[in-house]
């Protein structure tokens, strides 16, 4: 990746911005789905059913919730107490399969992950509160299902109801659409329109980023950096929404690559049309080391655009203090670093920014203002 | 640092929800000459924000370890492990009963080889890692590479 940090403020661009770059991944590495929400489901093939009773079909009208989830998986583990409520909960309406999928065996046929997960299934109990299954030795689950879907995360839940896909997704939702699929008024067909429009819609819109990006990568790859920055500007010629990212790539390339100073000058004078990036092209500035004092300030100028743009203070003044470390002014460096913790501690008492400020990202912070303060120490002696 | 790439992970998960297809760990290999005939690999991991990738000496029970193969080539020896250079996160996860050790934002794994001075050849190699977020993880993958050793 060739960014660091994204601030919102450009919300929509950033939003744009790693949309494209997932894009960009798809395109070299993953062949277009075969299977979709509303196709039939394909047939259920395992190695073992490892508890529960094996369902012979599907009842009509009763959903089937085929949980795939493997040994390594924090989040899958994590989401399984939730898993059983729901199971017990839904008994009437609903069968909950876990699918053990994508476990390590190396050189060894994939039934050879067995006792593992079984000796895990056991050890989970009641957590495990549905039926279990491991996947086939040809591992059709994980293929044919999964990965035909273009699913490539798990937790991932398919819904299917008289044999045919329902729903594909996070668990996490899982409360949510089983209310709306019941409902009557869910049209599968009507969402797997949906879901293929919005997939159609942001490649086509994708598609010029794509092909810059690329070339871009690869350029830069070879260290031709300034055939990149050539490209980059024929990018930000174009008539599209992308002028903005390229802009902010060329800085970047400039910055790490080419020449402080005229990276520094580009800036400037981009930055007057307006194109954001304003708080992105601040952080590539005061995470790097060794820049000199006049392009620390430049960068700390732009990071303190951030005060009332919706973003934690907490953070902006913790931007602020890495910038003034790295140019070696470590009284600065404090003074903000304190005001980062503070800051921090009253949005977490006031339950601000909810899971972003945590009493571990402030303990973090704690440490990097002991650290600034050694180094003042260290300086004044 | 970490809270300011936290909050915008929202922003990141629904792009990659609509996206589907995810690739939140890139990596680039480099060789770095230490002396005559003494080289280090640089295999250097840059991590999304909000995604992890796992130490080498994480335990058995817990996420897949990243590991590194060398291919055997009679005119190199790899000398000693893969270290590791980076912030090393390690907390015992309950979910698994065990450490995990991770690494956020990037890490740098470094292998020194030795080859006999004056001979030109090549060393080549994949790294195997799974990476996770706090909602979900992607099965392990390989990435391979071949650098050349003068």
């Known amino acids: 990746m060739r960014y660091k940090v994204m601030f919102p403020g450009m919300k929509s661009r950033c939003f744009a911005f790693l949309m494209m770059m997932s ?37 009509k009208g009763r959903l089937y919730l085929f949980e795939f989830w493997a040994t390594w998986c924090g989040p899958c583990i994590a989401s399984m107490p939730h898993l059983s409520a729901f199971a017990k909960e839904n008994k009437d309406i609903a069968t909950v399969i876990a699918v053990n999928i994508w476990e390590k065996t190396g050189d060894q046929p994939y039934s050879s992950s067995l006792p593992k997960v079984q000796k895990f299934v056991k050890g989970m109990g009641d957590k495990m ?9 040809d591992e059709w689950m994980g293929n044919g299902w999964m990965k035909a ?39 599968v ?76 000058a580009f800036a400037k004078e981009w930055q007057k049309s307006k194109p954001g990036y304003v708080g992105s092209a601040g952080a590539v500035i005061v995470n790097r080391p060794g820049l000199s004092r006049n392009t620390y300030l430049y960068g700390i100028e732009l990071i303190k655009t951030l005060f009332g743009t919706g973003q934690p203070s907490s953070m902006v003044y913790n931007m602020l203090a890495k910038g003034y470390a790295n140019m070696s002014d470590f ?18 008492k006031e339950g601000k920014f909810a899971g972003f400020i945590t009493e571990d990202t402030i303990k973090e912070a704690e440490k990097e203002l002991a650290e600034y303060k050694k180094k003042l120490g260290a300086k004044d002696n | 640092m970490r809270g300011v790439l936290s909050a915008l992970l929202l922003i990141v998960l629904s792009a990659t929800a609509v996206a589907q297809v995810k690739n939140p760990v890139k990596w680039a290999f480099s060789v770095k000459k230490v002396s005559g005939g003494v080289f280090q690999i640089h ?33 190199v020896t790899v000398s000693g492990k893969v270290k590791e250079i980076g912030k090393v996160e390690k907390h015992f996860e309950p979910l698994f009963k065990v450490d995990v050790i991770q690494f956020s934002d990037k890490v740098e794994f470094v292998q020194l080889v030795k080859v006999k001075k ?16 706090d909602k979900e993880c992607l099965p392990p993958k390989e990435e391979k590479f071949s650098l050349s050793l003068q």
């Open chain 1, 189 to 264: 067909m009507a969402a797997r329109k949906a879901r293929i429009e919005r997939d159609r819609k942001s490649d086509s819109a994708m598609a010029p980023f794509q092909k810059i990006y690329k070339e871009y990568e690869t350029l830069v790859k070879e260290q031709k950096y300034a055939e990149a920055i050539q490209l980059l500007e024929a990018g930000m010629k174009e008539p599209n929404q992308f002028a903005g990212t390229f802009g902010f790539f060329k800085f970047q390339t400039m910055l790490e690559h080419i020449n402080e100073d005229s990276a520094v």
């Open chain 1, 331 to 348: 009284a600065a460096a404090v003074e903000n670093q304190e005001k980062s913790v503070s800051e921090a501690k009253l949005a977490l």
């Open chain 1, 149 to 187: 879907a273009g699913q490539d995360g798990i937790p991932c839940t398919f819904m299917v109801k008289d044999s045919v896909i329902m729903w594909m997704g996070h668990p996490i939702e899982l409360d949510s659409i089983v209310k709306v699929v019941n409902s009557g008024s869910y049209d």
């Open chain 2, 118 to 133: 004056g001979v030109k050849t090549s060393v080549n190699g994949l790294v195997e890692y799974m990476s996770c977020n």
């Open chain 1, 129 to 137: 509160g549905f039926s279990v299954i491991t996947d086939s030795k």
């Open chain 2, 43 to 75: 295999m250097n991991a840059t991590i999304e924000q909000g995604w992890h990738i796992y130490s080498q000496s994480t335990p058995e029970g817990g996420p897949i370890p990243t590991a590194f193969t060398f291919s055997k080539n009679p005119l």
């Open chain 1, 23 to 59: 894009l960009a991944v798809m395109a070299q590495d993953q062949q277009a789905p075969t299977l979709a929400i509303g196709d039939k489901v394909p047939p259920l093939k395992y190695g073992t059913w490892l508890k529960g009773s094996p369902i012979k079909k599907f009842e």
